[in-house]
Structure formats: C-alpha cells, structure tokens
C-alpha cells in the first residue's frame, strides 16, 4: 500500500515542518503494533503508552504520520449530521446512537486539548446547514423536528440573517446548529505527534505490503524489514480494505478541496468582516464552506470514486476549476485569482454510515470508517479500542457498541457501479449548491 505524500494542503502547510522522522529499516519485535498514525491511530498509541509504560510499542504509517485525512480534512468537529440517512422519525433512535457518539467524541477531543493545553484555533461557533434553493426549507424543518425531539439547540435562519452571518448574498435558508466546533485539524493531530509517550516508537513513510497470523504471533511484511506483534490494531481508515480489513463493508471516497490565501483588509471588508463560520451542505453532494479564523475560504464541493493513492497535478487542476467557481458564486467581488493550494483526501463510508469497531480475532483489532465525522470520532475510537483491546470495558465502549452495525457491501464491479451512480444521481440534485 504506497502512499504518496503532497505539499498542496494548507493545513499542513501551516505547520513548521518536522524533523528526525523515521521510516522502517530493520526487523523489530514488539508487544504493540498500531497500523495507521491518524487520529485514531495517534490516540491509541497515546492510550496504550499510558497503559503499558513498560511495553514496546510501534505506530507505523504509509505516509507521514497525521498528513493523511486526519490533516486534509474541512476541520468540523460535528455534534449532528444531516446526510447521513438517519433523520427520519423511523430511524431517530438510530440517530440518537450516532449523536451519542459524537458527543463523546467532542467530548475526548476537549479533554486531549486541555489536557495538553492545545493550541488548535477550538472555537465553539456551531456550524450552519445551508442552501441556495428555498424548496431545501422543507428538509431543515424536518431536520430540526428530529433535533427537537432530541434537545439540540437550533436556528433556522433566512437568506438577510444569513448575509450578515456569513457575508455572502448566495443562500436562502439555512438551520444553525449550537453544539459543533470549528478548528484547525492539522494543529490538532501534530499535538498528537508531539505529546506520544516515550515507549511509542514512530515509524513513517513505511508502506504495509502484507501480513499473517501464525498461532498468537502476527507478522506485518514492509519493503526493508517484518515486524513480529502480539497485538495489532488497524487503523487505516479509508484504506482498510486495502489490507483485508472489513474490506465488504467499507469504501473510500475521493474528496478535493481549495484554500485562499488570506484575504486584504479591503477584501474582508467587501464581505462584512464576519466572524469565522463553517457551511455544510443540505444536499449530499454540495459545497462545504469555510471562513477560517486568519480570513481564508476553503471549500471542498467534489466528490468521487478515485484511485485513493494519488491524485495527479492534472487532475487536482481540474477540480481546482469547480472550487473557484463555488467561491465566485458566493463571493462575486473577491478576484479570480485567489486560490492558494488545493489537495485531494480521502473518506471512508459504509453502505449505512455506521462506523468500524471491533475485534476480528484474538489479538486483532480494527477501528474506523468514520463517514467524514473522523476529527471526534476517530480520536474517540483509537482511545478507546486501545481499552477494548486490553480486554477492558468502559461506558464509551458500551456506546459505541450500541450503534448500528456496518452493512455488508455488494461485490465489484457491482460496487463502484452503485457508488457512481448514486455521486451522479446527488450531484445532479445538488448541481445548484456546487
């Protein structure tokens, strides 16, 4: 599983870039093996070193550690979701199990902040649901019957309150959310880096090619050495079928995203000076929007079946082209030329939007498929399968283990056929909010 890194995502871009970053070169034996250093990899290094102080333990990644999605993400650390299936009178007792998780997750990433005294721009502003289409009120005020019935806090808002807000002319309806957090995710996961315990050995740039179970041992297969383990946790998230892993029940899903640069004063002015704001779409397949605390607009509006792996400058290019006219449509006085980088990520979905947590033999254990909710979940779940994995129980646990259960996923190519298919078909409905 090669994994290219890219310089093209601002999040990462803002970081002092770091040194002494090890890959994999000779063989090594260990109590501990953790595959994957996103935020669910990191925060079940970081609960194991405390765990066992006196245990080896090895945290491995394709790539640098947390400059995958838990880096190249929109940075929303959400309380509720509006597309994800859940939202039905029907089903709000199913909703109800997800925004429990969530707010565990919101909850375990404050802690960590805290704890550590993070400085990841947190600003507890909520998040909007948002529309240029008038029709799409019918959706919000279904969505916010469902938010009543569970006692969240909720605006809905029209297109004069919203210009205010958001300094933007473009949409009509939009329902506010009081519980999300707006932060910068790529400061947050390199706080994770920084703070692993010391019997945390970090491996980087170090590709898994295979591995195998023989007895109680679990052997994992690099290009320059093996590593021999007691225990393993996957924690690759989009890429966990790509190593077996639950892999008929998780997909990934390519996403791309720009950045600004900072705007001018001139330029923040034009729009309203509004205070820092993040926009999620009504529609599956619309835009999310961002004006950051420093006065820059990020905006993600693709989605696709990808080769996850890389994405070409070519192709990045083009997508490139679709967020500078989402900006442009909500932003007409900004100049043509204000994108600054652009970067492709990777989600991973199950057919029902649950997530993946489990053990699937004696010493191995997998957690992920976090459906874009990965910044609070991710963290929430690589805590606490370190737990699960010891053989422990917690409260969280017991949350988790109540949610719905991920779907199994019909064979390729029937798959990837299904998957586009559905893209286009939302796409088209959300062509509008692009």
């Known amino acids: 599983m090669e994994v290219t890194n890219d310089n093209g995502c601002s999040w990462v871009n803002d970081l002092i870039p770091r040194t002494n970053i090890q890959s994999l070169q000779s063989n090594e034996d260990c109590e501990w093996l953790i595959i994957g250093a996103g935020y669910t990899g990191l925060s079940a290094a970081r609960k194991l ?16 550690a947390g400059e995958g999605a838990s880096s190249r993400n929109s940075g929303y650390l959400v309380d ?35 704890e550590y005294q993070v400085d990841c721009d947190w600003n507890e502003c909520g998040k909007y649901f948002a529309s240029s289409n008038r029709e799409d009120q019918k959706i919000l005020t279904n969505f916010s019957d469902t938010l009543s019935k569970l ?15 958001l300094g933007t002319s473009f949409y009509n309806v ?37 591995w195998s179970k023989n007895k109680d041992i679990i052997s994992c297969y690099f290009k320059n050495a093996t590593i021999n383990t007691k225990k393993i946790i996957f924690a690759t998230n989009g890429f966990l ?21 900072v705007l001018t004063e001139e330029e923040f002015r034009s729009i309203g000076q509004p205070k820092e704001w993040g926009v999620l779409p009504v529609r599956p397949m619309g835009a999310t929007i961002r004006m950051t605390k420093d006065r820059r607009i990020l905006i993600r509006n693709t989605a696709e079946v990808y080769n996850p792996f ?18 442009k449509k909500r932003f007409p006085q900004l100049p043509n030329d204000i994108i600054q980088s652009s970067w492709s990520g990777i989600v991973s979905r199950t057919r029902n939007s649950s997530q993946i947590f489990e053990k699937i033999d004696n010493n191995v254990f997998v ?31 017991e949350v988790i283990e109540a949610r719905n259960k991920p779907t199994w996923l019909p064979p390729q190519p029937f798959l990837n056929l299904g998957v586009k298919t559905r893209l286009i078909y939302e796409r088209f409905k959300a062509r509008s909010e692009i």
């Open 367 to 397: 957690a992920g498929c976090y459906n874009g909710s990965g910044i609070g979940v991710g963290t929430l779940f690589g805590e606490q399968i370190a737990i699960k994995a010891s053989n422990e129980n917690t409260k969280e646990i």
């Open 80 to 114: 509720t979701t509006l597309n994800d299936g859940f939202t039905s009178n029907k089903e709000l007792n199913n909703y109800k199990k997800k925004t429990d998780i969530y707010d565990l997750g919101i909850n375990t990433v404050k802690k960590f902040i805290n």
């Open 310 to 327: 890389k994405m070409s400058k070519t192709d990045l290019n083009k997508r490139s082209i679709n967020q500078k006219i989402g900006i």
């Open 49 to 64: 070193g405390q765990l066992y102080p006196n245990q080896k333990i090895i945290l491995i990644d394709a790539q640098l």
């Open 174 to 210: 939009a329902l506010h959310t009081k519980g999300g957090v707006l932060l910068h995710p790529g400061k947050l996961v390199r706080a994770m880096i920084d703070v692993l315990p010391s019997n945390v050995c970090l491996y980087e740039n170090s590709s898994l090619l295979n």
């Open 241 to 261: 079928k790509f190593l077996g892993i639950k892999s008929n029940y998780n997909f990934p899903i390519t996403l791309t995203a720009s950045m600004t640069r």
């Open 151 to 165: 006692g969240f806090e909720y605006n809905l808002l029209s297109s004069n309150e919203l210009l205010k807000r």
